[in-house]
């Protein structure tokens, strides 16, 4: 059984910082494209950046130079450093796996509040 456990979430300053991780199982790590998801309170999710399995990334142009995608293939983890925080980051951040092959899998969210 595949499971995606998003956790590092909480409640941060604006300009502050937090690290997402999402660690995998159930799946083989290294070929699934990973990415990270938000959705706002009244919002459609959205994608905020992800990694190939080859370990090319892409964001979203919202965080683009505030937000670092990684991965460790070793430990089945993905990362998402977020830097200089905004309000309008807030949300609930969803980690998502896609292997055109064998699946896609989502996992269940971790709450980020940009407030002072």
């Known amino acids: 059984q595949v499971q995606l456990v998003e956790s590092g979430g909480g409640l941060v300053q604006p300009g502050g910082s937090l690290r997402l991780s999402c660690g995998a199982s159930?799946?083989?790590?290294?070929?699934?494209?990973m990415s990270w998801y938000r959705q706002a309170s009244g919002k459609q999710r959205e994608l905020v950046a992800g990694i190939s399995s080859a370990g090319n990334t892409n964001y979203a142009d919202s965080v683009k130079g505030r937000f670092t995608i990684s991965r460790d293939n070793a430990k089945n983890i993905v990362y998402l450093q977020m830097n200089s925080l905004k309000p309008e980051d807030t949300a609930v951040y969803f980690c998502n796996a896609v292997n055109k092959g064998r699946g896609e899998h989502w996992g269940q969210g971790t709450q980020v509040t940009v407030s002072s």
């Open positions: 159930g799946l083989t790590f290294r070929l699934y494209a």
